[in-house]
C-alpha cells in the first residue's frame, strides 16, 4: 500500500490522536495531591471558557482549588504535553535526517548545552534573585543554541555540512559541557542537589509565562519539521539521489537543524533534560507504522505529548514528587523493549 | 542530423575533475544528441561514473562547462534541473520499509510544491512507469525486502516517472541476471524513441555493441575513441583500453561486433 492510499486513514488517526491528547490534558489537571473533585475540577476549567462557562450557573470554586487547578496543575500538564510534542518530533527528525536510529533530539549536544547555563545560573545563586526561575531558563535556552553553534561550526565542510561530523561534533561538545557542569558541582556543593534535579528533567515549576512562550515555538517548529517529511523521505533514499530529485539537501538540512536546535533548546531550558522521550516514541510509531516520515513526524509529536501528559501525571502522584525525566526512562525503556521484541520489523 | 549547439540536450566544454592530486577527467568535450542511447564505456576508474556525476550536478568540474539544452547547468537550479535530467545512481543499500510505489513516486517530487501531495496523474504515471521496468507487481512490497535486481528496477521506474528528456543510469545492468539485462535495456532503448537523450555507464562491451547508439569510450579520464560501435569496437582500440586481445565476431547480432576476450 502507498501511503497516498492509506493517506484518509492516517488523517483520521490523526484528528483521533489529537483529541485523545486534548483530553488527557483536560483529565490530568483533574489529578493531584490536593484533594478536589473530579467534577470541581472540569467544573473551574469550564469557567475559563467563554460561552461554556454559562452552563456551570453561578457556581463558584473555593480560591485555593481554583488556583490549585489554574496555576499550578493547568501550565505543568500543557508543559508536558508541548515538551512531549516538540522533542518527539525533533526525535523523529534527526533519526530520518542523520539516517542513525541511535539519534535523539540532543544528538547535537543540546541538552548539556542548556544544562551547563542552567548550572551556572543555579551556581551563581540566579533563582533566589528577582525574575528567579526565569533567569535560569534564559541561561539554559542561550548556552543550548550557543553549543548548537559550535557544534555545527566544527561540522561544516565548506557548504556541506557532513552527518557524521555533526554527531561526532555532537558528542564531543557535550562531553565537554558534561565535564564542565561537574567541575561546577564539586566547586558548588551546596548546590549539587538543585542542579541535579535540574538535570533529571521535571515539570514541576512551570510557569504560565513560559508555557505561553513553549506553546508558539514548539507548535510552530513541529508543523514546519512535518512539512520537510517528504523531502526526508527522500534523502533517506540517498542523498546524492535525492538532489537528483529536485530536494536542496544542503539548504533542507540546514533549516531543519535551525529549526530542530531552537525547539530542543526551549523545551530543555523549560523542564531540564527529559529523556528517552524524543528517542523512544518516534521509534515506535516507526515499528507500527514503518519508516515513512509523512506518518512517523505527526504521529510522533502527538505521541510524545500523550507520553509525557501520561508520565507527569503518574509522577505527581507520590507525596515526593518523581521527576518527569525518570519516570519516562523507568516506564518508556521496558515498553519500548517489549515494541522490540515483538516486532520482527526493521527498526529504521 | 545537424543541430544548433543551443539544441544539444547535453553538451560539455573542456571540462576537468580532480579528486585532490588524481585527475579523474582530463579536458572531457563532448555532445549528445536527441534520440540516442549513448554508452559510456571504460575500465574501473576510467572516469565514466565521474563523468555521469558531473553531467548530473552531483559534483563541479574544477574547469569547463557543461550545457543541458544550451543552458550551463551551474545556472539550472535543483528543482528544474530534476525536470530535464534523471538520474540512476549505484543504488545503495536502503534501510527505510518504503513500498515500492512509494520509492517510484519519490520520482514526481520535481513537479510537487512543499504542500501538495501526490496526485491521480502521478498515481497513474507511477503506475505506467512501474509497468514498463516490470515492478508493477512489486507495488505493495517493502523497497527493503526485495532482490538487488528488484530494487534496480524499481530505481528505473523512479528514474522514468521524473519524466526527463535526459536519463542518466550508472551500470543500470550491473546486478541484474541476463533476462533482466535485456528487460532493463530494452527500456531504455525505449525512452530513446521518444526524442529522450540516455546515456548509461556500462561494463558489458556485448550489450553497449547491441544497444548503443554512440559510445564514449574512456581510459585515465580521457576519451580514447568514440562513435557508432563498429568504428569503437575494434580489436586496436580494445587493446589499447583494455590491456587484452579480443577477438571480434562480425555478421551475427544485427551485424553489431561481438566481442571475445581473450587473455593477454
Known sequence: MSFVDKKKKYRLLFIGSVLLLLFLIVMSATVGAANITLMDALKIMIRKIPFANKILGEWRPSGTHELIVLKIRLPRVLAAAVIGIGLSAVGGAFQGMFVNPMADPYVLGVSSGAALGAAIAIALGAEQLVGGFGLVTATAFVFALITVLIVFSIAKTGARIVNTHLLLAGVAVSFFASSLISVIMVLNRDRIAKITYWMMGSVAYITWKQVLILIPVVILGTVVICFFARDLNIIATGEEGAKNLGVEVETVKKILLVVCSVVVAACVSVSGVIGFVGLIIPHTVRLIAGSDNRVVLPFSAVGGGIFLVLCDTIARIPTSEIPVGVLTSMFGAPYFISILLRSKRKVL | MEYQSATYPIRIQNINVSFGNVNALKDISLHMERGRFYGILGPNGSGKTTLLRSIA??????????????????????????????????????????????????????????????????????????????????????????????????????ALVQDTDIVLLDEPVSHLDLQHQIEVLDIARKITQKQRTVVAVLHDLNLASTYCDYLFLLKGGAIIAQGEPEKVLTEGIIEEVYGIKPYIVRGVNNNKPYIIPFKK
Open chain 2, 57 to 158: 550536478k552531483s559534483l563541479k568540474p574544477q574547469r569547463g562547462s557543461i550545457l543541458v539544452n544550451g543552458v550551463d547547468i551551474g545556472k539550472i537550479k535543483t528543482k528544474e534541473l530534476s525536470r530535464k535530467l534523471a538520474y540512476m545512481y549505484q543504488s545503495t543499500d536502503i534501510q527505510c520499509d518504503y513500498s515500492v510505489t512509494d520509492v517510484v513516486l519519490m520520482g514526481r517530487n520535481p513537479y510537487l510544491g512543499r504542500f501538495q501531495t501526490e496526485g491521480p496523474t502521478d498515481r497513474e504515471m507511477a503506475e505506467k512507469a512501474m509497468k514498463a521496468a516490470n515492478v508493477w507487481q512489486l507495488r505493495d512490497r517493502r523497497i527493503n525486502e526485495i532482490s538487488g535486481g528488484e530494487r534496480q528496477r524499481a530505481f528505473i521506474a523512479r
